[in-house]
């Protein structure tokens, strides 16, 4: 009887026990397949987070790109342009020796006659023969043509360097053309400069031309860059701001990549940053797997799982941090000020410099004027930092598109801005510096449609003295002179001597 009430014990207590192991099995199953529903949810929206993630980092990446190229591009112009008003200048040759010093991004400057013979050039020995290049032959049989920017060869004269041009060309009395001035530039230098400013990882740059030609790319690939690019997207019609998202095979490395594109339309080019598509699927296919094994896992070690996700998101969060930490970086050690779009003081300093250069070598006159807003922490006390600010970026605006093209305007501190207006007289300078200070007394900067803001500015101007190798001193005469108008009652313009 004992042994028989032992056994029914037995008996049911596996009972009992298989019982529980269904029950906890089911709610295991359960609790898996319901984690793993809820984990494929999950999934999905990571998935659309590493895409929108990977869009993000490649429009950031674009638009430090596209500001580095269009400075770079504007710079080799503005050289370009310069060499042909030194067409007859005396011993030019060493003159282009001692501008190719200055940056060691530019290849070669040449001077090309009309026939294509290379005149002068930056390199020693005999000059290449150029007659066959683009940045040639284009503006020869085009007449209309400005500016010609060429697509990426390899040198002839240059052991083999990736190179493209900006030429610009000559016109003899009579206007007709009279050979080319050529500015080269390295592509391997750009890039080098590219890589450090860029974290790239798996991302490439490239600038390329309307029909496909390449301009430059990073990284170089080993079959090299002088490629077509056969499907391009249409120009356009709204500007340059737009970017544009698609998938491309890669003629560089048979890739397909994912592509973000905007267009430079001053230039008419396209800066392009692609990362490959490869990549992008392997880490969300990366991603499922994680979350289909944490599925069997997740209440057991639910602490281990909130771990990891805390760790992938911060990972993620880290890697965005530092882009827009190098954004940031980037933006600081630009040539631009923020808000009104106007050169730095720093990049005016070093155009100074040149200018300074220029006229001790070749002669000629320079006038500095310092500009600044009369009232201007009235203004802002009146009617707010936000009126103040839009006063500031209307004055650079209208001292933007009313100075010359041999003139060159910067921000140089607060409401203080800097002119320098080099081939200019004494005389000339004051008259240029008036007529700036009535284009601004004419502003109309409205904080509502009944309450315009008065702007007026003062000036002080000088000139560079021949035997001064710095603007430091002429800087120090516009401000007394400056000093002198605000103090001889505003909105007028004074001569530093």
């Avoid at 067409?87 to 060493?94: L, P, Q, R, V």
């Avoid at 530039?185 to 390329?208: F, M, P, R």
């Avoid at 008419?268 to 944490?294: C, G, H, M």
């Avoid at 707010?384 to 910067?410: E, M, N, W, Y």
Wanted: glycine share 6%.
């Amino acid at each position: 009887m004992n042994t028989m009430n032992s056994i029914s014990s037995l008996d049911k207590r596996k009972t009992y026990g298989i019982s529980a192991y269904v029950y906890v099995t089911a709610i295991t199953l359960l609790a898996c397949v319901s984690s793993g529903i809820l984990l494929w949810q999950k999934n999905t929206a990571e998935a659309e987070d590493i895409r929108n993630t990977a869009v993000k980092i490649t429009e950031a990446k674009l638009s430090v790109f596209q500001a580095y190229v269009k400075k770079s591009l504007e710079k080799y112009d503005y050289i370009a342009k310069d060499l042909r008003n030194r067409k007859h200048t005396g011993n030019i040759d060493n003159e282009l020796k001692r501008l190719h010093a200055l940056d060691p991004k530019i290849m070669d400057m040449l001077y090309m006659n009309r026939d294509g013979v290379t005149v002068n050039w930056t390199g020693e020995g005999a000059a290449p023969k150029a007659a066959d290049r683009e940045f040639y032959t284009e503006l020869r049989d085009n007449p209309s043509m400005t500016r010609y920017i060429s697509a990426v060869k390899r040198s002839r004269a240059r052991d083999g360097k990736w190179f493209f041009s900006i030429s610009r060309p000559l016109e003899d009395q009579f206007g007709s053309f009279d050979g080319v001035t050529v500015v080269l530039v390295t592509v391997e230098s750009l890039n080098g400069d590219l890589e450090k400013q860029l974290v790239l990882g798996d991302y490439s740059l490239a600038i390329l031309k309307e029909n496909g030609k390449t301009l430059m790319r990073v990284p170089i690939p080993a079959a090299g860059i002088d490629q077509t690019v056969r499907k391009m997207p249409a120009k356009p019609a709204s500007g340059s701001d737009m970017i544009f998202h698609s998938e491309a095979l890669s003629p560089y490395d048979n890739k397909v990549r994912l592509v973000a594109w905007q267009y430079l339309p001053e230039y008419q080019l396209w800066a392009v940053v692609t990362k490959p598509k490869d990549n992008v699927e392997k880490a969300l296919r990366s991603n499922l797997s994680n979350n289909l094994i944490l599925s069997f896992f997740v209440y057991a070690f639910l602490g281990l799982a909130a771990a990891l996700v805390v760790m992938h998101l911060k990972r993620t969060r880290k890697e965005f941090n530092a882009l827009e930490r190098e954004k940031s970086e980037l933006t600081v050690q630009a040539q631009t000020d923020a808000l009104t779009g106007l050169y730095n003081r720093r990049f005016f300093y070093k155009c100074a410099e040149l200018e300074i250069s220029r006229m001790q070598r070749y002669g000629g006159s320079i006038a500095i004027a310092l500009i600044d807003v009369d009232n201007f922490k009235r203004i802002n006390d009146e009617f707010g930092h936000q009126i103040g600010d839009s006063v500031l970026a209307a004055l650079a605006a209208c001292l933007d598109q009313g100075k010359r093209q041999t003139d060159f305007v910067a921000r140089y501190g607060g409401e203080e801005f800097v002119m320098l207006f080099s081939h200019t007289s004494c005389q000339q300078a004051g008259k240029y510096a008036e007529l700036i200070r009535q284009r601004v007394e004419q502003l109309h900067i409205e904080k509502t449609e009944e309450c315009p803001v008065p702007v007026t500015i003062s000036i002080g101007f000088s000139m560079i003295l021949s035997n001064e190798n710095t603007i430091e001193s002429a800087l120090h005469r516009a401000d007394v002179a400056l000093y002198k108008s605000k103090t001889g009652g505003k909105n007028r313009v004074s001569l530093g001597k």
